[in-house]
């Protein structure tokens, strides 16, 4: 194991590809999505992990997985003329992130949810999804901003 922590932003890489796989193969269980969280190929040998998960990729794994109906609900409302089934897996995953870090993670502020959103959509996503998934996630902040939408934590 290396000595120096991982970022926040490896982390959300790997909780992103964890989220992702759920498309193929979605977990029905806590202990289902544990063992797929923990199959992903780290890139970061820092992030490697036996036993039980945990840090910061996972809780967000764990937040998505547990919050998915009521994260695309907002998604739904907030993309405006677009099914969920017409949005692309990956740019679906990546608001699903972003939204959750928004309205349940108090130590995140909006715009570094968004920022790395982006950035992660710029390396994952299509060539075409960045304004859209820009528009929905500043969306979604102006909301919880207004408090249209309250932040969970």
Same mark, same amino acid.
């Given at each position: 194991?290396?000595?120096?922590?991982?970022?926040?932003?490896?982390?959300?890489?790997?909780? /992103?590809?964890?989220?992702?796989?759920?498309?193929?193969?979605?977990?029905? %269980?806590?202990?289902?999505?544990?063992?797929? /969280?923990?199959?992903?190929?780290?890139?970061?040998?820092?992030?490697?992990?036996?036993?039980?998960?945990?840090?910061?990729?996972?809780?967000?794994?764990?937040?998505?997985?547990?919050?998915?109906?009521?994260?695309?609900?907002? *998604?739904?409302?907030?993309?405006?003329?677009?099914?969920?089934?017409?949005?692309?897996?990956?740019?679906?995953?990546?608001?699903?992130?972003?939204?959750?870090?928004?309205?349940?993670?108090?130590? @995140?502020? %909006?715009?570094? %949810?968004?920022?790395?959103?982006?950035?992660?959509?710029?390396?994952?996503?299509?060539?075409? %999804?960045?304004?859209?998934?820009?528009?929905?996630?500043?969306? @979604?902040?102006?909301? @919880?901003?207004?408090?249209?939408?309250? *932040?969970?934590?």
């Amino acid at each position: 194991m290396s000595a120096k922590e991982p970022s926040r932003r490896a982390h959300r890489l790997l909780a /992103f590809q964890a989220l992702y796989g759920q498309e193929f193969q979605e977990c029905a %269980s806590v202990e289902k999505l544990k063992a797929a /969280f923990l199959a992903v190929p780290r890139q970061d040998e820092a992030l490697e992990q036996e036993g039980e998960p945990s840090g910061f990729a996972w809780e967000l794994v764990y937040g998505v997985w547990q919050h998915r109906d009521e994260l695309d609900a907002i *998604i739904e409302k907030f993309a405006r003329n677009w099914r969920l089934d017409r949005v692309g897996r990956v740019e679906l995953n990546l608001l699903r992130l972003g939204v959750y870090e928004m309205l349940y993670r108090a130590d @995140v502020p %909006s715009r570094v %949810s968004m920022n790395e959103a982006l950035e992660l959509d710029k390396q994952y996503g299509d060539a075409r %999804s960045h304004t859209f998934v820009n528009g929905i996630l500043d969306a @979604v902040s102006k909301a @919880v901003d207004k408090g249209e939408l309250t *932040i969970r934590n």
